[in-house]
């Protein structure tokens, strides 16, 4: 088996994780937003995006930033000062 068939294997479904919080950020802060990268079913990259309170679109920024991120596979933790409501996230 070469290099290039272990790419071509599927890979496993694996459950995609998003995690979400209402908190108290210090006061520049709208929203904090981690997004763990998978590749070949194991993480490969971690990236973290700080949404400023004065940011004219703080709400289509934090949709936008997570929603790509799920699009892509990646798994979202976020802590934001909004309630889910307001952002479009519905609890289970």
């Avoid at 068939?5 to 979400?20: A, G, V």
Wanted: with cysteine; charged share 25%; aromatic share 10%.
């Amino acid at each position: 088996m070469s290099w290039l068939d272990k790419l071509r294997k599927p890979h496993p479904p694996r459950k995609q994780l998003l995690f979400f919080a209402q908190e108290d950020l210090s006061n520049e802060y709208f929203a904090v937003v981690r997004a763990t990268w998978f590749s070949g079913g194991k993480a490969c990259g971690v990236t973290e995006t700080q949404i400023h309170i004065y940011d004219e679109d703080a709400v289509a920024e934090f949709t936008g930033i997570v929603g790509t991120a799920l699009r892509a596979g990646a798994d979202v933790s976020a802590l934001c000062i909004a309630p889910a409501e307001e952002l479009g996230i519905e609890s289970t």
